[in-house]
């Protein structure tokens, strides 16, 4: 990665409030296995921005620790904490959900590793919280001038920005931010690979 580009992606995500990642590994035409890593992240008034980051070259057999050994050396390239990472979207290859040595869980054993309590993966996170949500959608519930903001035809990050106030709503705006930084499939790194001819390598090593 040049210097002018690390730092031009320093500068973007050193705004961040939250930020997920998209990984996914495919072959070129020299059958050279090749990671590709996306970022999108949003900042505390709302702006998101998806970056492509790199393309990384892994020789040999693609295990879910190469994958994670080189996510972290590139998260620390570009100064993104761990502790603002709230997502990760893969396709679901047994290299990168394994339950031992998958990337994902060497993520998570990383995370816990330096105190980060939330989970990237685990639901129970969310069980945990649902009280707070709870209460804080019945008081919404019940602010009629929220509910004709939310009805109207604004889109729903506007609808957070402009009418929803933190401190009254924290475990709403919170979890907002979190769900739209996180990425809904893996479209990107299909777009990129029908671009550039790459093709996908499936069924590669879990370990």
């Known amino acids: ?8 992606l320093k500068n973007i995500f050193g705004n961040f409030k939250y930020f997920s990642i998209e990984l996914d590994t495919s072959t070129d035409r020299r059958d050279t296995s090749q990671l590709v890593i996306f970022v999108r992240g949003i900042t505390e008034t709302y702006q998101i921005f998806e970056e492509f980051v790199k393309v990384i070259p ?53 995370m816990e ?24 959608l019945l008081e919404i519930q019940c602010d009629s001038t929220l509910k004709s903001k939310y ?11 402009n009418f929803v106030c933190v401190r009254k709503y924290p475990q709403l705006t919170d979890n907002a931010m979190k769900m739209a930084c996180i990425f809904g499939s893996t479209f990107l790194w299909k777009q990129l690979f029908s671009k550039t001819g790459v093709r996908k390598l499936f069924g590669f090593a879990a370990a």
């Open 1 to 8: 990665m040049s210097f002018d580009l690390n730092n031009s």
């Open 58 to 110: 892994i020789m040999g057999t693609v295990t879910g620790t190469d994958v994670f050994l080189h996510l972290m050396q590139l998260l620390t390239e570009l100064n993104l904490p761990l502790s603002k990472l709230v997502g990760i979207t893969t396709d679901g290859a047994p290299s990168m959900v394994g339950n031992k040595k998958g990337t994902i869980t060497l993520l998570q054993n990383e």
């Open 113 to 136: 590793k330096f105190g980060i309590e939330h989970n990237l993966v685990k639901i129970h996170c969310i069980v945990h919280q649902w009280r707070c949500y709870q209460m804080e």
């Open 151 to 161: 009805f109207s035809e604004m889109d729903i990050l506007s609808f957070y920005q």
